[in-house]
């Protein structure tokens, strides 16, 4: 086929200038606001005042921007520790030939389909609720009924949040791992069945190995999803910000468009300088996973 | 014929690109209530005059409701077209993009504080128009015939100490509390005082109910108004923006909600309360009182019984060292007039639909709130509120000024809530709230 530049140019035109305009636009704005004291997001550039790396001392000298920071420190680790056990686990037992595996991968999957308001909703009010809550009740029925547990409580909010966050998150990571694992050739396992390995070592040195490139989709996937952690927190603190649920994206929100139940200063100079940060977060954990997890080995 | 065929195609796909994006920019008012009626009932002939009106309202409210039918029966009797937009909350986030990019808005409305300080730029000064009469007014100024208190309010606020606000659907931050339980635990008075208030409390817990409730929402208020009333409002300010909590006013505050605690007069799922789960333990009648704003016999309406019974008083005083009963956080909402507006008067106009005569009353009954109007009746679930709003002297801002910094309110929220579920003692809970 004979290759036509014009027509070539005239298809991509629309798509690279809606990246240009709706991206990449928007992030060099960013950047540069990081670098102003700017109140409102909309405020033309003439009110905005230099301030150099101002907002960056700004934001590292709360308090809850550092907790928020840590939350998304502890869901990055322990909540993606949990996920990618669970969903390597849930992986490896769909894809060894058991019965009804449509069905399993359906169920698994299907809170990554519910949205996730009404996913945390039901946590907040079905399963952790003090008094009807599924938790509490079960307990009740083992005789631990009088001492009510405060699933929601400030000591305890940030596992139950990270828990129900997790629940929904297994599925996605899941699909990914299977993926990963029905492209391994039988014949290797075969190989290794004749020479003695058992299922341990099958899972060790075959399936691990040549998940490697899988393995770190997962993690970069992960870390761009935790960075952009948001809606979780909204929900289980949903009028202003809680030490037990916030994640930087939520301070940021409150940050830019003031919080929406007292009348706050508004900083969104702050906020942009919050945005670079969780940018540099991303590409940085990127490039420690290409060194770490190198992708040479798996030559499909 | 090929290439002609794909030229076409392109031009097609070009075009329908162009057009979805300008058509989404056009269609942002989600209803449209416009009415250009001919001069049957109009005083002033029809003058091909729009206004356009931005609410913070839903379609679904109860303000909404009444809004729109005020709107219309505006238009029929003026001829003025006017389209009113039902933002929502969201106005908070669009309203400053809007106006800036030049967007007509020529009425908008939102809480007082936030109209008057985040949007303090874009206001008309109201001095004048305010001080005229209107129809509804029989001759008077219109400041003489609505609520006095939320005026001065408005003008303290207003950008230059000026009026560039009319308030309505005024609030008070108060004790919301259920007659019923009180009626059933004997308590003949209301509470003035704290020690009176802990009497309260244990007949209450006498008849098995739970005297007292809050929710993370909440918190912050409930802290700032009980340090004002300890060390007072000057003292608790500070503490608000410094963030410093060194003064001892803090461990007495601490030793009083740890009393309540290890009294039992605070509901035991109070710590893990995510709003509005405080609000909902009211309206099941397990809790009886509940520190909130006069909004919520509206906010609650479907989940009370039918003739649940509303009673409201000040938060009690606790020490001679900080603030009376006369002390409160009273605001509103309130309208205001865009500053490059074509049509100032036709916008007061309906500013003063709003605020008086029939459609505040209307608006007062539909969401059990509070009239702007003097004249206007109150409803039955606030009856008891008018004498806080008539006795209250000193304005509160919002939650004292512990919800201005969200270090600060996040502090408050995690330590009051360890405190107030015996995780934290008194000790602890002063400690934990230097650092």
Not at chain 1, 49 to 64: A, H, Q, R, V, W
Not at chain 1, 182 to 193: G, M, S
Not at chain 1, 240 to 257: C, D, K, Q, R
Request: glycine share 6%; with cysteine; aromatic share 12%.
């Amino acid at each position: 086929m004979k290759k036509n530049r014009a027509m070539i140019n005239a298809f991509l035109a629309p798509a690279v200038l809606a990246y240009l305009v709706v991206f990449l636009y928007p992030t060099l704005r960013t950047i540069v606001m990081s670098f102003f004291k700017v109140e409102s997001v909309t405020d033309s550039v003439s009110k905005w005042k230099f301030f150099g790396l101002g907002n960056f001392k700004t934001i590292f000298s709360s308090e809850l921007f550092i907790t928020s920071l840590k939350n998304i420190g502890n869901i990055w680790l322990i909540g993606g520790i949990s996920v990618m056990v669970l969903a390597l686990l849930f992986a490896v037992i769909l894809t060894s030939g058991i019965k009804f595996k449509s069905f399993y991968r359906s169920a698994i999957y299907l809170p990554n389909v519910v949205s996730a308001v009404a996913m945390g909703t039901m946590w907040i009010n079905y399963i952790y609720n003090t008094d009807f809550g599924l938790l509490n009740r079960i307990l009740a029925f083992f005789g631990q009924g009088n001492k009510k547990v405060l699933w929601l409580g400030p000591d305890r909010i940030f596992w139950s949040m990270l828990v129900a966050y997790c629940f929904g998150m297994v599925g996605y990571h899941m699909l990914i791992f299977m993926a990963g694992i029905e492209r391994i050739p039988q014949d290797y396992y075969e190989a290794a069945t004749i020479e003695g390995a058992n299922i341990w070592d099958r899972f060790i040195k075959i399936t691990l190995p040549l998940l490697k490139g899988v393995t770190r989709s997962n993690i970069v996937i992960w870390t761009v999803t935790t960075v952009g952690f948001f809606v979780w927190g909204q929900i289980f603190s949903p009028v202003n910000l809680s030490a037990g649920t916030a994640a930087p994206m939520n301070y940021m929100y409150e940050l830019v468009f003031g919080s929406s139940s007292s009348v706050t200063v508004r900083d969104s100079g702050a906020g942009a300088a919050i945005g670079v940060l969780m940018t540099l977060i991303v590409v940085t954990v990127f490039f420690a996973t290409t060194f770490i997890v190198r992708n040479d080995d798996s030559e499909m | 014929m090929k290439k002609r065929a794909s030229i076409l195609l392109i031009f097609i796909m070009a075009l329908s690109v162009v057009f979805t994006s300008c058509g989404s920019t056009n269609s942002n008012s989600t209803n449209s209530n416009s009415s250009e009626s001919s001069s049957e009932t109009t005083t002033t002939p029809a003058k091909n005059i729009k206004l356009v009106y931005w609410t913070m309202w839903n379609e679904t409210e109860p303000q909404g409701q009444v809004i729109a039918e005020a709107v219309e029966a505006y238009s029929k009797q003026t001829g003025i077209e006017v389209e009113l937009n039902f933002n929502g909350r969201d106005i908070r986030k669009n309203l400053q993009p809007a106006l800036d990019a030049g967007t007509q808005i020529d009425i908008f409305d939102e809480d007082i504080d936030r109209v008057n300080s985040t949007w303090g730029n874009y206001l008309l000064d109201l001095e004048e128009l305010s001080t005229k009469s209107y129809p509804s007014t029989n001759g008077k100024p219109f400041t003489e015939v609505v609520n006095k208190a939320l005026i001065d309010i408005a003008r303290q606020v207003g950008p230059n100490g000026r009026l560039s606000s009319i308030p309505y659907q005024p609030f008070a931050f108060v004790v919301m509390y259920n007659k019923d339980i009180f009626d059933q635990a004997g308590i003949t008075s209301i509470p003035k005082t704290w020690e009176e208030l802990l009497e309260a409390c244990e007949k209450i817990k006498s008849i098995g109910k739970i005297p007292w409730t809050v929710d993370d929402a909440y918190m912050a208020a409930l802290v700032g108004y009980h340090l004002a009333r300890t060390i007072g409002m000057e003292e608790t300010l500070k503490i608000a923006n410094d963030n410093s909590w060194d003064h001892p006013g803090v461990l007495e505050l601490a030793k009083d909600w740890e009393e309540m605690y290890q009294k039992g007069y605070i509901s035991p799922n109070a710590a893990a309360n995510v709003w509005p789960a405080g609000q909902q333990e009211i309206a099941q009648e397990s809790v009886a009182m509940y520190l909130n704003g006069t909004w919520l016999p509206n906010e609650i309406k479907s989940s009370v019984k039918p003739d649940f019974r509303w009673g409201t008083f000040a938060y009690p005083s606790v020490s001679s060292d900080g603030d009376p009963i006369t002390y409160n956080n009273i605001g509103g909402q309130c309208f205001a007039i865009n500053k490059n507006t074509q049509y100032p008067q036709e916008a007061f106009d309906l500013i003063v639909t709003l605020t008086t005569g029939k459609y505040d009353t209307k608006l007062a009954q539909e969401s059990l709130g509070v009239p702007m109007g003097l004249d206007s009746d109150w409803p039955e679930q606030l009856t008891e509120a008018k004498t806080v709003f008539e006795n209250t002297t000193n304005r509160y801002i919002w939650a004292v000024g512990m919800e201005n910094s969200a270090d600060v309110n996040a502090k408050i929220k995690k330590n009051f809530a360890l405190l107030i579920s015996g995780k934290l003692d008194a000790q602890g809970f002063a400690e934990a709230m230097k650092n």
